[in-house]
């Protein structure tokens, strides 16, 4: 049995457990499968702890045996979280965020750490040159064997700012939402519903949406249904300034289940994001092709190559109104273009699996079981296009 072993994350583990012990259903993707694999460690650790970062409670063991803690970092400061690994004995880190003084702390101290993230990362501005330099120094650290991230994209952005693509593994979430789960959508309703889930940011890209529902409904009957938790009902009062109570419905925050209904119910699944949000690869994409329901996204990085424009999707140009309109416009118009692509809907779906599950690289770094021919088939070298 090892000594013990520390998931460093945003998600909060322990409202997550309780709310599935108690009967609740799962509220983001993949969270239940995610809850029981780090309840099954406790029979290969001595100690498993989940130290969440992104709210402050005290310490306190879960009837699973998993120790929880919360440290809001945002508030508290990075600092605060070494004080609080310091008073910790453990052999294993995984750390689901790229915080370089957590991952130097783990090596100095000759404890295994494993980043497996969900970031994009560019090189634009002297701010993120300098962040990236001191990243890549850590990450490119002989005691990190290897390290994940989330979808192709993403894990080439890492690749491209100084990471050795050696190292980098690919990974993603299991699927049980599947597009041969939903029937094709041969046609677009009378008043067509748009849908929208995830956070309530600028960055994000929903105040753009706002802004494009404004646009059509001079030209069109449209509706938008919002799932994400609007805090302060910042949303609300800007939908209301806009005069557009009538025309979008704030759903709140939505188990992942209903969310995945909603996409199927819908006519079009919007993405906005503008290309300064580091998106890995949104399960909204994924969900979205699931579903059938006909996808629309902004022209992020990380979304390239992964919807075609009018092949699986249409493209937008991010931070931009007017342009997400007129797709929207288009796709409401062209019955044919609609047809095609929630037909293409599944095959590009297929196209995003990767081969790697995120539980199934935390085995292999417990296990160190990963030599170098496994590392030449799953790293991002060996996906196509990544062989050089």
Same mark, same amino acid.
Request: hydrophobic letters at 40%; one cysteine or more; aromatic letters at 8%.
């Given at each position: ?6 998931f460093?994350?945003?998600g ?6 309780? !709310? ?12 239940e ?61 995984? #750390? ?9 702390? +783990?090596?100095r101290?000759?404890i295994?750490?494993l980043?497996? #993230? ?6 634009d501005?002297?701010?993120?040159k ?8 850590? =990450?490119? /650290?002989?005691? #990190? ?8 994209? +993403? ?11 050696d ?18 959508k /041969? ?12 956070? #309530? ?18 030209? +069109? ?13 910042? =949303? ?58 006909p ?31 007129q ?19 599944a ?21 160190d079981?990963?030599? !170098? ?11 196509e296009g990544?062989?050089v």
């Open positions: 049995m090892w000594e013990g072993i520390v460093l994350q945003f909060d583990y322990k409202h997550a457990y309780n !709310n599935l012990e108690s009967g609740g259903v799962q509220q983001y993707y993949a969270q499968h995610s809850v029981n694999y780090v309840s099954k460690l406790v029979d290969k650790f001595k100690h498993v702890t989940v130290l969440c970062v992104s709210t402050d409670y005290p310490h306190e063991l879960l009837s699973n045996d998993v120790s929880v803690v919360g440290i809001n970092m945002m508030q508290r400061g990075e600092n605060s979280l070494l004080d609080y690994l310091s008073t910790l004995t453990f052999s294993h880190l995984v #750390i689901r965020t790229p915080l370089v003084k957590i991952i130097n702390f +783990a090596t101290n000759d295994k750490v980043p497996i #993230i969900a970031d994009s990362f560019n090189s501005g002297i701010k993120n300098i962040k990236n330099h001191f990243l890549v120094k850590t =990450l490119n /650290n002989d005691k #990190i064997k290897y390290l994940g991230n989330h979808s192709i994209n +993403a894990s080439t952005s890492l690749s491209d700012i100084g990471v050795s693509p190292k980098i593994i690919p990974w993603d979430w299991p699927h049980t939402i599947v597009p041969e789960m939903f029937e094709i /041969n046609k677009i309703s009378s008043i067509p519903t748009l849908f929208y889930a995830g956070q #309530i940011s600028k960055e994000k890209g929903i105040y753009d949406l706002i802004d494009a529902i404004e646009l059509m409904v001079k030209v +069109a009957a449209v509706t938008l249904e919002v799932a994400g938790n609007d805090k302060e009902n910042q =949303l609300q009062s800007y939908i209301s300034y806009k005069k557009l109570d009538s025309h979008i419905s704030l759903l709140g925050m939505l188990p992942q289940p209903d969310v995945v209904n909603k996409m199927a119910s819908a006519d079009i699944v919007i993405v906005p994001s503008r290309h300064e949000y580091p998106e890995g690869l949104p399960m909204t994409i994924y969900e979205g092709l699931a579903s059938r329901t996808l629309i996204v902004s022209d992020h990085n990380m979304f390239i190559n992964k919807v075609v424009d009018s092949v699986s999707g249409l493209i937008f140009d991010a931070g931009q109104p007017d342009s997400l309109a797709k929207c416009l288009r796709l409401i118009n062209d019955a044919d273009l609609y047809q095609k692509i929630s037909t293409n809907s095959e590009a779906w297929h196209a995003l699996r990767i081969k790697v599950e995120w539980t199934e690289l935390v085995s292999h770094f417990i296990r079981d990963l030599d !170098n021919n496994d590392m030449e088939k799953i790293s991002l070298r060996s996906y990544h062989n």
